[in-house]
């Protein structure tokens, strides 16, 4: 059955999460609300399993996380669209924290902190990835396996920011950068696709880039890149 939360405000909330979504069937609906954890807690703002979610125009203190419930039949999988928001790491929560299964769509969203995808699908557009004062990693797109999961990124952003430490690695069958700008990396840390394929086009802006043996298929060109 649907549900939908609108024009609310959720703060101060405690372990484990803001907004739950599990085992309810598909339709979860966040439109122009607030969540906000509490900062000492490390939880995540909206958390989800087996569902479809639509969250549009929210700002989200504690991110997203997909987590399975699994004693009541709720595994990871499902589609997360994700719309005009601000996803911030708080206290060591991951700003989104996806895992198998799921289909993420992010439009027009600010991403502070840690992003972590394991064997999923992800396709962003016009999306900033950043670190601001406080959090000291960045991103991880990980798969288990050469093939499981691919990322594609169009007309985004890649901002690490003063304080970002972590590593900047992407995993799957494909890795695709188009129209992407890339700010400078002040820890000079290394910005590695390590798909099966890699497609890096139309970017500019200044990276710190590697290929490694996993990539058998890569499209470079039209980069304006330091």
């Known amino acids: 059955f649907p549900v939908t939360i609108y024009n609310s405000s959720v703060v101060d909330c405690a372990a484990p999460q803001g907004i739950a979504f599990r085992s309810k069937g598909r339709g979860l609906r966040v439109s122009n609300t607030l969540v906000q954890m509490r900062p000492s807690v490390i ?72 992003a972590q995808f394991a064997n999923c699908y992800l396709y962003a557009a016009g999306s900033r990835f950043l670190i601001q004062s406080g959090n000291t990693q960045y991103f991880s797109f990980t798969g288990t396996t050469a093939n ?35 700010r400078v990396d002040p820890n000079n840390q290394l910005f590695s696709p390590q798909a099966a394929k890699v497609v890096f ?5 200044e990276v710190r880039f590697q290929l490694l043996s996993t990539v058998n298929d890569c499209q470079f060109s039209w980069n304006n890149l330091a």
């Open 148 to 182: 499981s999961g691919a990322f594609y990124f169009s007309d985004c952003t890649f901002d690490p920011g003063a304080a970002a430490s972590g590593v900047r690695n992407f995993y799957g069958a494909v890795n695709s950068f188009v129209g992407c700008t890339f």
């Open 201 to 205: 086009n139309g970017n500019t802006g």
């Open 43 to 114: 939880a995540s703002a909206i958390a989800v399993g087996n569902a479809d979610v639509l969250v549009e125009n929210c700002q989200l203190f504690g991110g997203i996380r997909a987590e399975s419930d699994v004693a009541n039949g709720a595994f990871d999988s499902g589609a997360i669209r994700v719309s005009n928001c601000i996803l911030v790491a708080q206290d060591g929560q991951r700003a989104l924290n996806i895992l198998d299964g799921y289909r993420v769509h992010l439009h027009n969203c600010a991403v502070d902190g840690l």
